[in-house]
């Protein structure tokens, strides 16, 4: 199993909103990351778990707040979100990068924010 | 800084062409360098991982080399069908980060023509 799951696939909020995006997966990986894609450039790093702990928040703002409730979920609460945050939200994961392992990132589909 | 070139931007072919895709970066102290796929509106699909002290990867049709002394990598697809079209993206994770910090190429948007 090589999938990363990833809900809602698309999301309409206003920007007095809260909402959460959600990724799942059960390959045993200990690092999880969030990514932000715009059209026709490629994905942006947002932030990184490491063993369930952050390890690099990319000076995203403080709209954006990641959780990690436990090693096969890790979700993006959304509040107070602008219209140009509207963008493809990527989850992926792999295992940490260390001697043992490649680092090989997968991917989740994806979930398509509008923000109105 | 680790910046990662993908040439050519867009490349159209008729179905049947053997192609290659074409993927430079600026830093060669790299831990690995990953080939994605990804269709419009999608997620990126792995495709192929060569580690730095690996020269080449293959996975049916494709191909993929590193030449991590002069900063290259080149993805070689043979026999292109259309299913084959999309956007293909080179990364490469430098040794010196603390995670899986890939940077990104921008990508190179391949059409096969039946």
């Known amino acids: 199993d090589t999938e990363v799951t990833q809900t809602p696939k698309h999301l309409v909020m206003g920007m007095t909103n809260k909402k959460s995006l959600k990724c799942e997966q059960h390959m045993g990986h200990r690092a999880m990351y969030w990514y932000k894609q715009k059209a026709k450039k490629p994905p942006e790093l947002m932030f990184v778990?490491?063993?369930?702990?952050?390890?690099i928040n990319e000076s995203v703002p403080s709209r954006f707040s990641p959780e990690c409730p436990n090693s096969s979920l890790l979700n993006l609460h959304l509040h107070a979100l602008q219209p140009e945050d509207s963008a493809l939200y990527l989850c992926?994961?792999?295992?940490?990068?260390?001697?043992?392992?490649?680092?090989?990132?997968?991917f989740g589909e994806g979930s398509r924010l509008t923000v109105l | 800084k680790q910046e990662v070139t993908q040439i050519p931007a867009a490349l159209s072919v008729p179905e049947g062409e053997n192609l290659v895709l074409n993927c430079s970066f600026t830093d060669s102290a790299i831990y690995n360098l990953q080939w994605f796929r990804q269709d419009p509106g999608k997620g990126l699909t792995s495709l192929l991982l060569i580690q730095s002290s690996q020269r080449e990867q293959t996975s049916g049709r494709l191909n993929a080399s590193l030449d991590k002394s002069s900063g290259r990598s080149t993805l070689y697809i043979a026999a292109s069908q259309p299913g084959d079209s999309a956007t293909y993206l080179c990364?490469?994770?430098?040794?010196?980060?603390?995670?899986?910090?890939?940077?990104f190429g921008e990508g190179t948007q391949l059409t096969v023509n039946p």
């Open positions: 990364a490469v994770i430098p040794v010196e980060t603390s995670g899986s910090r890939l940077t």
């Open positions: 992926a994961s792999s295992q940490p990068l260390d001697r043992r392992h490649t680092g090989e990132l997968f």
């Open positions: 778990y490491s063993y369930e702990k952050l390890s």
